[in-house]
């Protein structure tokens, strides 16, 4: 018999797997946590220093950095949708064999986009030249070039200002095949490494895998669920839903109404439905994949807190599990900001632990924090 699933249920579930019903113990390691949310949107650092410190007892914003810089049991690369997050370390086997498994269409225009064969030439130049290194991204292309040829460091890639050299196209791709990570910044300019070798799971198994961890933390979940958290064509993941249900990996369930998927085996839910008043950052892997979009941001939500149905560009404030509005903090030395602006009206046991997820914020970032509650101004991703 098809398990029936509910919102509540659902909601419920994610929320306690998420660490948001309550954090990891102290101690935990930072790795751990990010593990447990599979990954964590770092395109800005402070935004994912906030989501890992935020779901581990006690961490501040130091605590992500000594994983990710000292004891490198996180790295900083392009992961999924090409853009940049925290990996752990010791998962980078199944998470690059399925990263680049993923089909991604073309997306320069044809005087820009190299051949296939020219795009596995830069990516072994990149790990080539990052190999026991760290390079700024001018002398990254100095190498690259140098070990390709000219037409690489052809300036026909547009950019913010002017234009960037052509190999920049897949340096996505070179992260994500384990050629490229971050490195610490070397002053005002981003540096880049190889993380260390490391023997990629096959495709199939690696993918599987992906797929798994995914519904573990964030089902249930549809095909098309996954292929826009993944940037991947709909009827692909379709086809690798269907396959993994034939093989007795993932089970379909019954969700408010519509079929659905979870881990084979994994159909025990919660019955209390959440409560609380939490705050997210910018881009929180929650916010992002937690589906559908039309309960996660219910009614008002839906305009205010995404941006053209893209979440993530607004820092939220969940009341009981969902979007009930939109927040923002100003960091002047060592204090900041935050500015709350809600959708409804708070009962006081939720302005209560407002004021306490305010103190947590600070405590994260450093910083004697300041509660607002009023209308946000800044635009998104501001």
């Keep these: 018999m098809t398990s029936r699933i509910t919102w509540d249920e659902a909601s419920a579930r994610r929320h306690?797997?998420?660490?948001?019903?309550?954090?990891?113990?102290?101690?935990?390691?930072?790795?751990?946590?990010?593990?447990?949310?599979?990954?964590?949107?770092?395109?800005?650092?402070?935004?994912?220093?906030?989501?890992?410190g935020l779901r581990l007892d006690g961490a501040t914003r130091q605590d992500v950095r000594a994983a990710l810089w000292d004891d490198r049991s996180l790295v900083k690369t392009y992961g999924p949708r090409g853009t940049i997050h925290l990996l752990a370390a010791a998962e980078l086997p199944f998470w690059s064999a399925a990263l680049t498994a993923v089909p991604s269409g073309a997306s320069a225009p044809p005087d820009v986009r190299m051949t296939p064969g020219q795009e596995e030439q830069v990516v072994a130049a990149i790990g080539d030249a990052l190999d026991g290194r760290q390079l700024t991204i001018d002398e990254l292309s100095e190498e690259v070039v140098a070990r390709t040829g000219p037409w690489a460091g052809d300036l026909v890639m547009e950019a913010f200002q002017g234009k960037w050299p052509r190999w920049r196209q897949v340096m996505h791709r070179a992260g994500q095949s384990g050629a490229?990570?971050?490195?610490?910044?070397?002053?005002?300019?981003?540096?880049?490494?190889?993380?260390?070798?490391?023997?990629?799971?096959?495709?199939?198994?690696?993918l599987a895998t992906l797929v798994r961890h995914y519904l573990h933390a964030y089902g249930p979940a549809t095909p098309q669920h996954f292929a826009k958290w993944a940037a991947a064509p709909r009827g692909w993941a379709a086809d690798l839903f269907g396959s993994l249900a034939a093989s007795g990996g993932i089970e379909e369930v019954d969700f408010e109404g519509a079929p659905a998927w979870v881990v084979a085996g994994d159909t025990e839910f919660p019955t209390k439905?959440?409560?609380?008043?939490?705050?997210?950052?910018?881009?929180?892997?929650?916010?992002?994949?937690a589906q559908p979009r039309e309960r996660m941001f219910p009614g008002a939500a839906y305009e205010r807190a995404l941006a053209g149905g893209q979440a993530g560009n607004f820092p939220v404030l969940l009341v009981d599990g969902v979007v009930a509005g939109v927040w923002h903090q100003r960091r002047q030395g060592k204090r900041t900001t935050v500015t709350v602006e809600p959708l409804g009206r708070l009962t006081r046991a939720q302005e209560r632990e407002l004021g306490q997820q305010v103190e947590r914020v600070g405590e994260v970032l450093e910083a004697g924090p300041e509660l607002v509650v009023g209308k946000v101004t800044a635009g998104p991703h501001a």
């Design 273 to 289: 439905a959440v409560r609380g008043v939490r705050l997210l950052p910018y881009f929180d892997a929650y916010a992002i994949a």
């Design 16 to 52: 306690e797997r998420q660490l948001l019903g309550a954090p990891a113990p102290a101690g935990t390691p930072v790795a751990e946590v990010v593990s447990t949310l599979l990954a964590t949107h770092a395109q800005v650092l402070s935004a994912a220093e906030l989501s890992v």
């Design 180 to 206: 490229l990570c971050f490195a610490p910044n070397r002053g005002r300019k981003a540096a880049y490494t190889r993380p260390p070798h490391f023997d990629p799971l096959p495709a199939d198994e690696a």
